[in-house]
């Protein structure tokens, strides 16, 4: 396959940045996105240009660190995959596409197309875990009964992982999507429940704080979030919100 | 939630606007029973009329509390609109935003403000006119002059024609704001699906049943 690639190139935080084109031969279908910016960026070093920066750790879809906009989309084209599990069998022969890192202020480019993430740390610091005792007198956690159900919503929400491809998409770059998932993967369990009510007032002030946006429920989120999670968690979020506001 | 405090973070704003949005939604179905008298009986639209332009209740407490709504409804609106465009200060040079989200859900301020600039000639047309007839000009008490009053305000084919148009552009703005509200306020479950086609039956037929009524008077006039 032959490509026309349109990809932002930004050297730091401050810079402008720009779109720059770059024509690619001999792209298999097979490869994964990722594999096919390789190429690019091999033959950028041979021609000793600066490569492309991009994210990218685990490259099967578990990790979160792959990013990228493409085409106008968050992740590319295809549903439930991140950028790593994107084949370029998605694309045709001769086609131009358009690489942009994710947008938002609260994800800030650091360089070309990778961005900086770490506002979803401090979300998860603010209120992400539970409590534990780890003197060695840990108790089981199966000792405590949890219903099929519960445990099954709220391993769900426990697949999200962080990629931000949420907040790319919905146009008022919201966060609600992935702090509900992270929100909702405790507040379903009992050993949440001990911390539920701190967790989300703290959670969602911190989510206020890096200026994501409000959502409107345009459920962009849901169709773009490689792992499925589902607009439920937002409602369950809000509900836990509107309870814990008013204890 | 009455305290301004929690208005301060993004799901109280929200949920305050899901409110307002459902109470607007509460007195549009009012307001589209009274209309609809006026093709079925002329005098009990006049009757109806009659009472609530002047019960103490409605002009003193309800009406006031409609227009704070009102107010409350579009600036929280246009503050969470802007808020919203501030995150995100450079926009990607291609965004398909037609592969993921409906355009009513990614247009409500544009559908929004055409409704508030239509509200305003609705103003103009109605309430402007009852102020003046009761409380400046003031007239002796007629229960039956609503009635021929509507069918005045239809002649003008122009007229007729910016409010079927705004009606559209309502069916639009509640084709994602009534279910977007109940989601908002943590409304999500078995229920929902019976719900969301309640919610789009009346995001279509009240404002259609509005610009109808509306071309009924002006071709039977
Ligand atoms: C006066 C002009 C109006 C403006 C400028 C306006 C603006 C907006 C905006 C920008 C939103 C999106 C807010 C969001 O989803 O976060 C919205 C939502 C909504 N609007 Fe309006 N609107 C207006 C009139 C109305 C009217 C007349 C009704 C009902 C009869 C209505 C019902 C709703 C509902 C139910 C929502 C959904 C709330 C939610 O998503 O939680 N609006 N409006
Ligand atoms: S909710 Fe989905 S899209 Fe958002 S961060 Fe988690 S996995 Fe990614
Ligand atoms: S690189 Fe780990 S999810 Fe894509």
Redesign the interface.
Same mark, same amino acid.
């Given at each position: 396959m032959k490509l026309n690639l349109?990809i932002?190139r930004q050297k730091n935080a401050q810079d402008q940045g720009k779109?720059v084109d770059y024509a690619i031969d001999n792209v298999s279908p097979d490869m994964s996105f990722l594999e096919m910016l390789d190429v690019l960026n091999d033959d950028l070093i041979q021609k000793d240009q600066d490569p492309v920066a991009f994210d990218h750790d685990c490259r099967e879809g578990i990790c979160g660190m792959c990013s990228l906009?493409i085409?106008?989309?968050a992740h590319g084209?295809d549903r439930g995959v991140t950028t790593c599990q994107l084949h370029m069998r998605k694309f045709k022969d001769g086609d131009t596409i358009?690489i942009?890192p994710f947008?938002?202020?609260?994800f800030p480019v650091i360089k070309d197309l990778a961005v900086n993430r770490s506002a979803f740390d401090r979300i998860q610091q603010a209120g992400g875990f539970i409590s534990v005792n780890t003197s060695g007198n840990t108790l089981d956690a199966n000792a405590i009964p949890i219903p099929k159900h519960d445990a099954d919503r709220a391993f769900d929400a426990a697949t999200c992982i962080g990629c931000g491809a949420c907040v790319a998409?919905c146009?008022?770059?919201?966060a609600m999507l992935f702090v509900s998932a992270k929100v909702s993967q405790f507040a379903l369990l009992p050993q949440g429940r001990v911390e539920a009510t701190d967790r989300v007032l703290n959670m969602?002030?911190q989510?206020?704080e890096e200026?994501?946006?409000?959502?409107?429920?345009?459920? /962009?989120c849901e169709?773009?979030c490689p792992k499925g999670i589902s #607009?439920?968690n937002? /409602?369950?979020?809000?509900?836990e919100?509107?309870a814990a506001? #008013?204890k | 939630?009455s305290n301004n405090g929690?208005l301060?973070?993004?799901?109280?704003?929200?949920?305050a606007m899901a409110l307002s949005g459902l109470f607007l939604i509460l007195f549009l179905g009012q307001h589209f029973f009274i209309n609809s008298m006026s093709v079925v009986s002329p005098d009990t639209f006049n009757e109806i009329s009659h009472f609530m332009g002047y019960n103490p209740v409605v002009q003193f407490v309800l009406q006031p509390i409609l227009i704070f709504g009102v107010i409350f409804h579009f600036c929280m609106g246009l503050y969470?609109d802007y808020?919203?465009k501030?995150?995100?200060?450079?926009?990607?040079?291609?965004?398909?935003?037609a592969?993921?989200?409906?355009w009513m859900?990614?247009n409500?301020v544009i559908t929004g403000i055409v409704v508030l600039a239509f509200l305003g000639l609705h103003f103009y047309d109605f309430w402007v006119h009852e102020m003046n007839v009761k409380y400046i000009n003031v007239q002796p008490e007629d229960p039956t002059r609503y009635y021929e009053e509507l069918r005045q305000k239809f002649v003008d084919p122009v007229r007729v024609g910016i409010y079927v148009v705004s009606f559209v552009l309502l069916a639009l703005h509640l084709l994602?704001g009534f279910?977007?509200s109940f989601?908002?306020?943590?409304?999500?479950?078995k229920y929902s699906r019976s719900l969301r086609g309640f919610a789009y039956a009346f995001a279509i037929l009240v404002p259609a049943g509005f610009a109808l009524i509306a071309l009924y008077h002006h071709f039977t006039i």
């Open positions: 349109k932002w779109m906009y085409n106008g989309e084209p358009f942009e947008r938002a202020k609260a998409t146009k008022n770059s919201s969602v002030r989510m206020d200026g994501f946006g409000n959502c409107t429920n345009t459920g /962009a169709v773009e #607009l439920e937002i /409602a369950r979020m809000n509900r919100y509107l506001s #008013l | 939630m929690m301060k973070s993004s799901i109280a704003r929200k949920v969470l808020q919203n501030k995150a995100r200060p450079i926009k990607y040079v291609k965004n398909n935003g592969a993921n989200a409906s859900s990614r409500m994602h279910m977007s989601q908002s306020i943590g409304f999500n479950n």
